[in-house]
C-alpha cells in the first residue's frame, strides 16, 4: 500500500484523516499542519495503524476508532491531552 | 473486578489458561486473582482488555464509557456517511467533541480533491 501525505490547516477538532484512493492500492491521508512535528507523525501512525487493522472493511466508525484509539499505546483519551490539542 | 473477568471468559468461551497462554501472564497469577490474593496492575489489566477487546474502564467497572466514540450524534452520522459513501470513504482521526461543521470541511476539502 502506498501512502500519500498531505499537510493541511483544518480545524482543530479534526487531527488528520486517511481516504482510501480510487486505484484501491494508495490511499492519501491528510494530517492538520496545526500540529507539531511530534504530533503529526503520530497521526501519520495512527492513520496507518487504519488500514493494518483492514478497518475499511469494517462498519461502525464509533467502534473503528474506539479500538484505534484503545490500541495505541501512551496516548491519553481525546479531550484530555495534556498539549491542550482537543 | 474477578466477576466481570468471569463474565467475559463465559462470553467468549474460553478459560484462564487461554487467556494466560495469548497473553503471557501466568496461570498463577489467574489463581491468586480470584482468589481475592491479588489485584491486577494497571499492565496485566491492558494485556487482558485487549484480549477481550474492551476498555480497561469496562473491566475495572462493567460500564464501557467508549462505546460511542462520538459524542455528538451529528457529526457521528456524517462521519459513517463519509465512511461508507464510496465517493469518500474516509476515517478521521478527531476529537470525540467533534462538531459536524468541522467535518463538514473535511468533506469540502475532498470534494475539492475529486474535481
Request: hydrophobic letters at 35%; proline letters at 4%.
Amino acid at each position: 500500500m502506498d501512502y500519500f501525505v498531505r499537510l493541511i490547516d483544518m480545524p482543530p477538532a479534526v487531527r488528520s484523516f486517511i481516504k482510501e484512493n480510487s486505484d484501491h492500492i494508495s490511499a492519501t491521508i491528510v494530517i492538520n499542519a496545526r500540529l507539531s512535528r511530534e504530533q503529526q507523525q503520530e497521526q501519520y501512525v495512527h492513520e496507518v495503524g487504519h488500514m493494518e487493522r483492514n478497518d475499511f472493511e469494517k462498519d461502525d466508525v464509533n467502534q473503528i476508532e474506539t479500538k484505534a484509539h484503545r490500541t495505541q499505546k501512551n496516548r491519553p483519551p481525546c479531550g484530555n491531552r495534556a498539549d491542550g490539542v482537543p | 473486578m474477578y466477576e466481570i473477568f468471569a463474565k467475559l471468559l463465559a462470553r467468549k468461551g474460553v478459560r484462564p489458561a487461554d487467556v494466560a497462554k495469548a497473553t503471557g501472564i501466568s496461570q498463577s497469577f489467574f489463581t491468586d486473582w480470584k482468589s481475592g490474593r491479588y489485584s491486577p496492575k494497571p499492565d496485566k489489566l491492558e494485556k487482558i482488555a485487549n484480549y477481550f477487546d474492551v476498555s480497561v474502564d469496562y473491566l475495572l467497572t462493567g460500564v464501557d464509557s467508549e462505546k460511542d466514540y462520538y459524542l455528538n450524534d451529528d457529526a457521528r452520522d456524517l462521519a459513517q456517511f463519509l465512511f461508507e459513501n464510496p465517493d469518500y470513504k474516509v476515517l478521521f482521526d478527531a476529537s470525540r467533541k467533534v462538531k459536524r461543521e468541522d467535518l463538514e470541511f473535511v468533506k469540502e476539502l475532498i470534494d475539492r480533491f475529486n474535481t
